[in-house]
């Protein structure tokens, strides 16, 4: 509605600034007729060279206004509805118009360099932060938007849409780098020497898996062992050894840092990382483990669990009590937006994504946007884009006609000047 409104107030000035450039040129008209009368009537030199002036004044502001009025008018339609050539010159051009559109929307504002310049001075990260960060703020725009929301999501509970969902999910985990990206992790891990508790608890894991199949090592102890330390009982007293010492070793590891084991663990966690983003072979075996399971049908039911569970708790938090964000998903997403707002590092990785993201949309949709721009265009008839075109400059042109009348006026006042010097 505010769209039509819009319009129709730019179509009504449109009209009101036509009519006052069609009234000058009435005026100019009635001035022309009266200086012409004036100047013929006879009176003393001075009254007829003054009609003379104002004569020449109003016959060249008339010859402006209508050439003014004829260009402006051959735009949008034929002047008087005669069949001149080139006129029109809109809606008989609008495919090449919708074409020339397109092309200027790719050109100048679709490309990745376009896009990229764009984005960088727009701080995005501190502007979502901000608006995460205030309750009352996401709370009014969740409000704002429940009663679509809660209307739009039960329909994600079609057959259906679980299948697309799961298909969807299924195939950007195909597309994931798991080595690669597993790589980088724990690459970041222990740049930021964050790897030390992830050392500790695999370290505690070994511990507490000893610990739990000790009965085990020990029978596998017994029968390994010969029948004369069976006999002697040297057997146990060698498995506990072993036990104690493993206990011991494990203990050390995690009590002190620079343990050599646990100087050689780190070093090949180290390996490992650099293993799994370089390693063709490495890659390959993870790259096949990944293409094995994610076919699997447990994987196929998590997923689906997965998106049922999201989709639940998205109608939920819609049909909660006024429509608020509260408990864990408030609180987490509030203390996110405060990180965005406070952490220069994660501003710039988070603009930095987006800036990259967006990009990548420009350049993989950018030809279907521009397509969607001139097949629209094409589809309107030739008076639809000469109304639209009309009524969005309109009001401007017809100041074109203005300063034509008067411009031309002034024109023909400095010609008859010069001509009586001569």
Same mark, same amino acid.
């Given at each position: 509605?505010?769209?039509?409104?819009?319009?129709?107030?730019? @179509?009504?000035?449109?009209?009101?600034?036509?009519?006052?450039?069609?009234?000058?040129?009435?005026?100019?008209?009635?001035?022309?007729?009266?200086?012409? @009368?004036?100047?013929?009537?006879?009176?003393?030199?001075?009254?007829?060279?003054?009609?003379?002036?104002?004569?020449?004044?109003?016959? %060249? =502001?008339?010859?402006?206004? *209508?050439?003014?009025?004829?260009?402006?008018?051959?735009?949008?339609?034929?002047?008087?509805?005669?069949?001149?050539?080139?006129?029109?010159?809109?809606?008989? /051009?609008?495919? !090449?118009?919708?074409?020339?559109? %397109? /092309?200027?929307?790719?050109?100048?504002?679709?490309?990745?360099?376009?896009?990229?310049?764009?984005?960088?001075?727009?701080?995005?990260?501190?502007?979502?932060?901000?608006?995460?960060?205030?309750?009352?703020?996401?709370? =009014?725009?969740?409000?704002?938007?429940?009663?679509?929301?809660?209307?739009?999501?039960?329909?994600?509970?079609?057959?259906?849409?679980?299948?697309?969902?799961?298909?969807?999910?299924?195939?950007?985990?195909? &597309?994931?780098?798991?080595?690669?990206?597993?790589?980088?992790? *724990?690459?970041?891990?222990?740049?930021?020497?964050?790897?030390?508790?992830?050392?500790?608890?695999?370290? &505690?894991? =070994?511990?507490?898996?000893?610990?739990?199949?000790?009965?085990?090592? &020990?029978?596998?102890? @017994?029968?390994?062992?010969?029948?004369?330390?069976?006999?002697?009982?040297?057997?146990?007293?060698?498995?506990?050894?072993?036990?104690?010492?493993?206990?011991? *070793?494990?203990?050390?590891?995690?009590?002190?840092?620079?343990?050599?084991?646990?100087?050689?663990?780190?070093?090949?966690?180290?390996?490992?990382?650099?293993? *799994?983003?370089?390693?063709?072979?490495?890659?390959?075996?993870? =790259?096949?483990?990944?293409?094995?399971?994610?076919?699997?049908?447990?994987?196929?039911?998590?997923?689906?669990?997965?998106?049922?569970?999201?989709?639940?708790?998205?109608?939920?938090?819609?049909?909660?009590?006024?429509?608020?964000?509260?408990?864990?998903?408030?609180?987490?997403?509030?203390?996110?937006?405060?990180?965005?707002?406070?952490?220069?590092?994660?501003?710039? %990785?988070?603009?930095? +994504?987006?800036?990259?993201?967006?990009?990548?949309?420009?350049?993989?949709?950018?030809?279907?946007?521009?397509?969607?721009?001139?097949?629209?265009?094409?589809?309107?008839?030739?008076?639809?884009?000469?109304?639209?075109?009309?009524?969005?400059?309109? !009001?401007?042109?017809?100041?074109?006609?203005? /300063?034509?009348?008067?411009?031309?006026?002034?024109?023909?006042?400095?010609? +008859?000047?010069?001509?009586?010097?001569?």
């Amino acid at each position: 509605m505010t769209a039509v409104s819009g319009d129709g107030a730019k @179509h009504q000035r449109a009209r009101l600034m036509a009519r006052v450039a069609g009234g000058l040129l009435v005026v100019m008209a009635g001035v022309f007729v009266l200086a012409h @009368h004036m100047a013929a009537g006879g009176g003393g030199p001075g009254s007829q060279r003054l009609w003379g002036y104002v004569l020449a004044f109003a016959e %060249a =502001a008339m010859v402006g206004g *209508l050439a003014d009025w004829f260009a402006v008018t051959a735009l949008f339609r034929r002047p008087l509805g005669l069949p001149i050539p080139h006129t029109a010159i809109i809606p008989a /051009n609008k495919d !090449r118009i919708a074409d020339a559109m %397109a /092309n200027f929307l790719r050109t100048h504002f679709l490309t990745p360099q376009v896009v990229a310049r764009r984005l960088r001075p727009i701080n995005l990260a501190a502007l979502v932060g901000g608006f995460l960060a205030d309750p009352a703020r996401l709370q =009014a725009a969740l409000r704002g938007g429940r009663g679509a929301l809660a209307e739009i999501v039960p329909l994600f509970a079609t057959p259906e849409i679980g299948r697309l969902t799961r298909e969807a999910l299924t195939g950007q985990l195909a &597309r994931l780098d798991v080595a690669g990206l597993a790589g980088q992790v *724990l690459d970041a891990a222990i740049a930021n020497e964050r790897h030390g508790p992830m050392l500790d608890a695999a370290l &505690r894991w =070994a511990g507490t898996t000893l610990e739990a199949n000790e009965a085990l090592l &020990r029978d596998i102890i @017994h029968q390994r062992a010969g029948s004369v330390l069976r006999w002697t009982g040297l057997d146990e007293q060698l498995a506990s050894a072993i036990l104690d010492g493993l206990y011991r *070793l494990l203990a050390e590891c995690i009590v002190d840092p620079e343990h050599p084991m646990r100087r050689k663990l780190e070093a090949g966690l180290v390996d490992l990382a650099a293993r *799994l983003q370089t390693d063709p072979a490495l890659r390959a075996k993870i =790259a096949h483990a990944q293409a094995q399971v994610l076919p699997h049908p447990a994987v196929a039911a998590w997923l689906e669990s997965l998106w049922e569970r999201a989709r639940l708790a998205l109608l939920r938090m819609i049909r909660g009590e006024g429509g608020a964000l509260s408990g864990q998903m408030g609180a987490a997403m509030a203390a996110w937006g405060r990180t965005l707002i406070e952490n220069p590092a994660a501003q710039q %990785a988070a603009n930095r +994504h987006t800036r990259r993201l967006l990009t990548g949309l420009a350049v993989r949709h950018g030809g279907a946007i521009v397509m969607l721009v001139s097949a629209t265009i094409r589809r309107w008839d030739g008076a639809t884009v000469a109304a639209r075109i009309e009524g969005a400059v309109g !009001r401007d042109l017809q100041f074109i006609r203005i /300063n034509g009348t008067l411009v031309g006026g002034l024109v023909g006042v400095v010609l +008859h000047s010069l001509a009586g010097l001569w």
